[in-house]
Each structure stands twice: as structure tokens, then as C-alpha cells.
């Protein structure tokens, strides 16, 4: 299973940006998917992740400003960011909870946001 990110960059603060990561691979089903990010100094934390069915959760952080969405036909997916903050700044890691023979996590390899103010 390859889990792979784009949509990440610069952008300058109340700005926005869209990340996208899709599965390939061979697999069984594709539960869970989310999105963590690790800024310099920091440990990984969860951002927003969405179930197969379309539930969703967001860390207090992203409230009001990212939508997570995703398209089961494409294996993929989303995290709309908007009204970027430089505290918004780190590496961000898509997460696949993924059903081959038993189910397991699957990072993507990170897309760097930078946010400058």
C-alpha cells in the first residue's frame, strides 16, 4: 500500500491550501484516513481524520478553518485548509488504516505547509 501526498507549499497567512493523498496498492478496504502534522520540535499530532462512512473529527486546532472529505472511487483523500496561521506551519502526514490480511496503518511519505506571516 502507497499512500501519496501533494498540495503542500508556501503561502502567506489567511491564505489556503488543499492536500491530497491517494492509496494504491492492493488491499481488501480502506477504513480510517487522516491527516497529522509535525512541526520542528513538536511530536506528530492528529489533525483531522474521516471514517470510510464519511464521519469525521477535528483536532480544536483545525475547527472553523479545514474540512476533511475524500472520494472512496479514487481512494482518496482531502484537507481543505483555509485561513492558514504561521502555527499552522509543519510537515503534514497523510494516515491510511488499511485491510490487507489484517488491518494496518500506512503513513504517506509528508508534504511540507509553510505559512509565513
Known amino acids: 500500500v502507497q499512500l501519496e501526498e501533494s498540495g503542500g507549499g508556501l503561502v502567506q497567512a489567511g491564505g489556503s491550501l488543499r492536500l491530497s493523498c491517494a492509496a494504491s496498492?492492493?488491499?481488501?478496504?480502506?477504513?480510517?484516513m487522516g491527516w497529522y502534522r509535525q512541526a520542528p520540535g513538536n511530536q506528530r499530532e492528529l489533525v483531522a481524520v474521516?471514517?470510510?462512512?464519511?464521519?469525521?473529527n477535528l483536532a480544536d486546532s483545525a475547527k472553523g478553518r479545514f474540512t476533511i472529505s475524500r472520494d472512496n472511487t479514487k481512494n482518496t483523500v482531502y484537507l481543505q485548509m483555509n485561513n492558514l496561521k504561521p502555527e499552522d506551519t509543519a510537515v503534514y502526514y497523510c494516515?491510511?488504516?488499511?485491510?490487507?490480511?489484517?488491518?494496518?496503518?500506512?503513513w504517506g511519505q509528508g508534504t511540507q505547509v509553510t505559512v509565513s506571516s
Open positions: 474521516i471514517t470510510r462512512a464519511g464521519s469525521t
Open positions: 494516515n491510511a488504516r488499511v485491510t490487507v490480511f489484517s488491518e494496518n496503518d500506512y
Open positions: 496498492g492492493i488491499f481488501f478496504s480502506i477504513n480510517a
